[in-house]
Nanobody, 119 residues
Framework: QVQLVESGGGLVQPGGSLRLSCAAS????????MGWYRQAPGKQRELVAQITSSDITNYADSVKGRFTISRDNAKNTLYLQMNSLKPEDTAVYFC?????????????WGQGTQVTVSS
């Protein structure tokens, strides 16, 4: 089992910044990628950014150039630096980890952290 705990959400004005953190614990071997997803009211959950075990990153077009995903393996923590925030970034942000357990893949999710961008 893998436990994921997000933190760092809050209320910020348009143009501001926030950094989300996701602390992973438990049996964290064979996690081949981690990412951030978000879900706004009335919308489907969508991928925001993802990072592989080889540090290959992938971003949604809507956040490219503004958000940066990174991780600290020593601290088992995933980060999402969010700059130039817009009202449309308002959502609950979820941390995700995908673990290879042959022959299948197990997806783990955090409880989510609210990000509100408003003046």
């Amino acid at each position: 089992q893998v436990q994921l705990v997000e933190s760092g959400g809050g209320l910020v004005q348009p143009g501001g910044s926030l950094r989300l953190s996701c602390a992973a614990s438990g049996t964290i071997l064979n996690i081949f990628n981690m990412g951030w997803y978000r879900q706004a009211p009335g919308k489907q959950r969508e991928l925001v950014a993802q990072i592989t075990s080889s540090d290959i990153t992938n971003y949604a077009d809507s956040v490219k150039g503004r958000f940066t995903i990174s991780r600290d393996n020593a601290k088992n923590t995933l980060y999402l630096q969010m700059n130039s925030l817009k009202p449309e970034d308002t959502a609950v942000y979820f941390c995700n980890a995908n673990q290879l357990r042959v022959p299948t893949v197990i997806a783990y999710w955090g409880q989510g952290t609210q990000v509100t961008v408003s003046s």
